[in-house]
Structure formats: structure tokens, C-alpha cells
């Protein structure tokens, strides 16, 4: 068998989406607490990019405000975020579309990976706004691709 040689460095970059907006579905979501004893939920989320797809970890938290919202507002869940009173059944299933950005390990340990920036609207309906208008966020019913 004939092969091109890679890195370390070469092989993470090729399983690394780029940075940029991509459509999502959740796969799965839960209540939990943090490491500090804070509620948050925590999301599976299946990301799309072309023919490929990753799976990202991500948390909601109150401590992380704007990104709690965003994913509730983008996701068609203004009405349950503004009675202050949100939960991980309120995910399952949605989709829309997250800002993806990649997290290097400073220590070296750990490969570079793919993290969830925030929650924003579909790009092509609205690209100047980090979330789009309420009705866009109500289309949620099929993966948006």
C-alpha cells in the first residue's frame, strides 16, 4: 500500500471543520450541573459540513448569557426563555445554525478541536445579524440544508 505521510498536526487539521456557520441538528440534550453547582444543559449536537458531519459537545449556562439566549431565540424558544424557565426537553430535536470555532490546547496535550461558538441565524437570510428574526427561527421542523 502507497501512502503520503502526515503529522500529527496534518491529520487533526483534516478532521477539523474551518471556522465559519454551518446548520446543526441536536441529538441529544440534558439537565445538568456543573462542576461549580450551576444548572446548565448539556447538548450533543450533530454538525453539517458538505457530505461530512462532526458531533460537538456544548453547555448552556446563565453565567454564559448571550449564547443561552441566542440558542433559545434561533431555536424558536423566545416564549420559554422569557418566563425564565428553560430545560433540556426544550432542545431535543430542534436545529439551525451555530458558529463554529476551533480551540487549541495551550498545554499541547490535547489535539485541536472544534467548539461551538454561539447560535445565529441561517446566513443566507440574514448574514449581518448574529441572530435572525423570530420567524425564520419558527422554520425548525427539517435539518435547514
Not at 4 to 32: A, R
Not at 70 to 75: D, G
Not at 96 to 111: A, F, H, L, M, R
Request: glycine residues 8%; contains cysteine; hydrophobic residues 30%.
Amino acid at each position: 500500500m502507497k501512502f503520503t505521510p502526515k503529522t500529527e498536526k496534518e491529520l487533526t487539521e483534516e478532521n477539523l471543520f474551518p471556522k465559519g456557520v454551518y446548520p446543526f441538528e441536536i441529538i441529544k440534550s440534558e439537565d445538568k450541573t456543573s462542576s461549580k453547582g450551576n444548572e446548565m444543559i448539556a447538548l450533543n449536537l450533530r454538525v453539517f459540513h458538505g457530505e461530512r458531519s462532526m458531533f460537538c459537545n456544548d453547555y448552556l449556562l446563565e453565567a454564559f448569557g448571550f449564547k443561552l439566549r441566542h440558542a433559545a431565540v434561533t431555536l424558536g424558544l423566545s416564549e420559554t426563555y422569557n418566563d425564565g424557565v428553560i430545560s433540556a426537553a426544550d432542545f431535543i430535536g430542534k436545529s439551525g445554525w451555530v458558529k463554529v470555532g476551533i480551540e487549541n490546547d495551550k498545554s499541547g496535550k490535547y489535539p485541536d478541536k472544534n467548539s461551538i461558538l454561539d447560535y445565529v441565524g441561517n446566513p443566507s437570510e440574514n448574514p449581518s445579524s448574529p441572530v435572525s428574526n423570530q420567524k425564520a427561527a419558527e422554520t425548525d421542523d427539517d435539518i435547514p440544508f
